[in-house]
């Protein structure tokens, strides 16, 4: 897993999902991990013009945050699984002092989330 070492680069990535239209781009993309979208189909599913999405997802790229790849006349756009995987893993590597037990004063944590039992 990438790990972060310089905390310009999370402010980067965080940064670029703080806009609305690239943060519903980027969830767009993780839904559609692992075979991603090109620009039309994201533009087209959003409801907005492909130069807006194609600035957008130009931010995102720059971010790390999605990675492209040409087919033919088309790019292929995907969420970068392990760089956010290590952002959320930066985010959260000192919750709640290491007890893994992360809830607010009167809120309950179900036994399933606490033995790591997700389903």
């Known amino acids: 897993m990438e790990t972060f070492q310089d905390p310009a680069d999370v402010v980067t990535r965080l940064e670029a999902l703080a806009s609305p239209v690239r943060l519903e781009i980027f969830r767009l993309l993780v839904e ?5 979208l090109v620009s039309g189909d994201i533009a087209e599913h959003l409801g907005q ?3 807006g999405i194609s600035f957008h997802l130009k931010n995102l790229q720059h971010s790390g945050l999605v990675t492209v790849q040409r087919e033919g006349r088309y790019q292929r756009y995907r969420a970068a699984m392990p760089v956010v995987r290590a952002l959320v893993a930066y985010l959260t590597e000192n919750c709640c002092r290491g007890t893994q037990e992360c809830a607010l004063p009167g809120e309950t944590i179900p036994s399933s989330v606490r033995q790591g039992n997700q389903r």
């Open 32 to 36: 559609q991990e692992p075979t991603g």
């Open 49 to 51: 013009p492909h130069n």
